[in-house]
């Protein structure tokens, strides 16, 4: 029978004094000695023959209560066999009806049997009979929410299509908390060489190559002999991979947030995150956000609102982490909320719960935030995305159609696997587009490593700074669609450059390619910045090419024995005398604003070219765009 990832902690709680209170029956000696036998069993891992011993205790003695508790625990949530599950609960009551937690069980069960008459029954029954508290109070509304649920969602099913990842992802092992780049060309999952009954996670990657998956591989520089390196998840451009792990010779608790970079192909010794993120509590399940502005964790402390809650980092300008700060009551629950995703759409974010109602052991939900910056009331993804086992661990792709999960249901190869399937459209986020760049020198081709800043162009807020790779000069990054964009690259000892681009028209989720050749710092050299703008006929700046002229001002600082012309360049519209007045004014605004904002006068000349120096005939509006520029030559 199929097993599920959780049943090491889920066993944890088949004790009948923690589920369900005091029994009331010990049974005879055979059965008592059968009981034990059983249990040492279980105890060791041996569970189809601590099943056979409770049965066995059960059949001496069909009043051993303790014994028929065990059993109907080992059906429900190691074997998922819930009709059986049922019986024995049912038995429990009819041979004392005051052991209360009962009738929530057998309500469960029916609710995963879709049995829904008999769950409510059973809820109600629980609902009358349960000591009153908000825990008891939120288990029987969330039981009852959740029978109602069930039965409009198996009513009014989504258009669901599951395709397993297949042998070269997933096996008779456990494989869960699937991350994938946003080229779609990796993926990062967690596998589970269970060793007896204690888990042995590594972290394993598959490429996707001509059409399929290629054999998985561990990452071995990540992964440590003897510890475990459990939940991840990949950064969009699959640079920083943050996982969790129990390696204990830097932890601060039992479970730490690691984070690894990677340098070509190779990846780096994983380096503790610190006390901003780690405690003296369990912290797991990783994610950053694609601006690398939040990180997103999931952590079980004394101070959440139940089990595990989600909790967020906000990370300033200098890459510093801030107090993590609980999610709050809307999206955590008394239950154990799980493995947060934030689309880099920026606004929608997925997690799974045990503690919202729900179909099955633990769904996936979508919540979106709101103006007010905070988050909305989750949705269940319906069913059959969601059934009566575990799905969890929900990552959507960049293009936010294609989802992947992990999931226990029947037809995979072994305990848990990873599918992907296409999100219903209710269930997606909004779209969001890749963008994939190469650094390079103008004149050798050699790839660079640049500081990049990609910033909203009428705001002139700045989405992300990161960098290219040293070795192949690229970089990726996922931008929300409908806006318009500038990024700038920053080398030693090169000038910097400065392109805009447009996702203003975009709406579907593709790659867009960009090329940046840069040029060594040389007298007479001549840089663009394409993100300075003024009004038809004007020499008043825009407030949007301040955007651009703080990347100068920050370069200028970093040289600081550069020396600037700034040029001024119009196309043909207009005379030739009314261009050259037109372009002389434009660049001593420019020269002006450098002034006020602290640049020596040494430092810097001015000029007007008019139409001049046109780089492209002035045949077309693009062209007379792009000679329409303000330029900066070294002196």
Known sequence: MKMHIYLVVILLFTSCNTQLGLAQNEGSKKAQEAYKQADEHLVFGRYQLAVEGFEKAVSIDPNFIDARLQLANLYQNLYLNYENAAIQYEAIINADSTLTKTYYEIGRCFL??????????????YEDKRKLSS???????????SIELSKNAVANPVNFNPQNLGPAVNSEQAEYFPSITADNEFVYFTVNNKQDRYPNEDIYSAQFLDGEWKAREAVKSVNKQNAQEGAHSITQDGRYLFFASDRMDDNYGRFDIYISKKEGDEWRVPVNMGRAINSRYWESQPVISADSKQLFLVRKSNDGYGGSDIYVSKIDGNGQFGELQNLSGVINTPGDEQRPYLHPDGKTLYFASNGHPGLGKTDVYKSSLKENGEWGIPVNLGYPINSSEVEFGLYVAADGKTAYFSSNREGGYGDMDIYSFELPRSAQPAVVISVKGVIKDKTSKEYLAANIKISELESGAVYKTLSSDALNGSFLVTLPAGYNYSYDANVEGYLPYSESFSLEDIREGKIVELI????????GQEFILKNIFFSSGQAVLKESSKVELAVLL????????LKLEVGGHTDSDGTGEYNLILSEQRAKAVFDYLLEQGVSSSRLTYKGYGESQAIVPNDSEENKGTNRRTAFKVI
């Open 112 to 125: 995963y049997l879709k049995e829904w008459e008999q769950a409510q029954f059973y809820a109600k029954k």
């Open 554 to 561: 920050d370069y200028l600082q970093e040289n600081n024995s």
């Open 135 to 145: 825990y008891t109070d939120w288990l029987s509304s969330v039981l009852l929410e």
């Open 516 to 523: 940046a050749e840069m040029t060594r710092i040389e007298v």
